[in-house]
């Protein structure tokens, strides 16, 4: 028997949230549970971790060094190797990153389209993806290019 919440599914594969596992919809396992965390499928592709105790997407203040994420493919290959120490969801086509504290983008191919510069940085929707930015919060486009900046500071609690 199956426990836990399903989440969206792409293709043949949805999430189980408590088991850390991708199930087809008549049940079937597509991905075992190997994984510490998982997260949803989002074009083609969902974050991983072998190692990780933060749950997927933690603030940007939450998180531990040697934490590796990385993403498998519908099939359970890997796609992108397991280095990063924080991840997002892909959007247009780029998944936010964190290595050595920083954040930067990624594509599907792990190459590193928008260099780890950012304190944080959200997922792409229509082109533009908020950034924090030496303490403010920005927008860039897909070339990494800040397109607006405002004197928002971040709130901690």
Known sequence: MVYGNFEKSQGDAWICSRQNRFISKT?????????????DFSEGLAPVSLNSK????????EYNENDKWGYIDTT??????????????????????MLDGKWGYINK???????????????????????????????????????VRTDVEPMIF
């Not at 049940?27 to 997260?39: D, F, L, N, S, T």
Request: with cysteine.
């Open 76 to 97: 359970g290959k890997v796609r992108v190797p397991f280095k990063y120490t924080q991840v997002g969801k892909f959007s247009n086509g780029l998944a936010p990153v």
């Open 27 to 39: 049940g079937r396992v597509v991905v075992p549970a190997e994984y510490k965390q998982a997260a």
């Open 109 to 147: 191919a792990d190459e590193m389209v928008i260099p780890c510069q950012f304190d944080w940085a959200g997922d792409f929707d229509r082109g533009v993806a908020q950034v924090w930015d030496n303490g403010r919060k920005c927008f860039i486009d897909k070339s990494g290019k800040i397109i």
């Open 54 to 61: 933060v749950y997927f997407r933690p603030s940007h203040h």
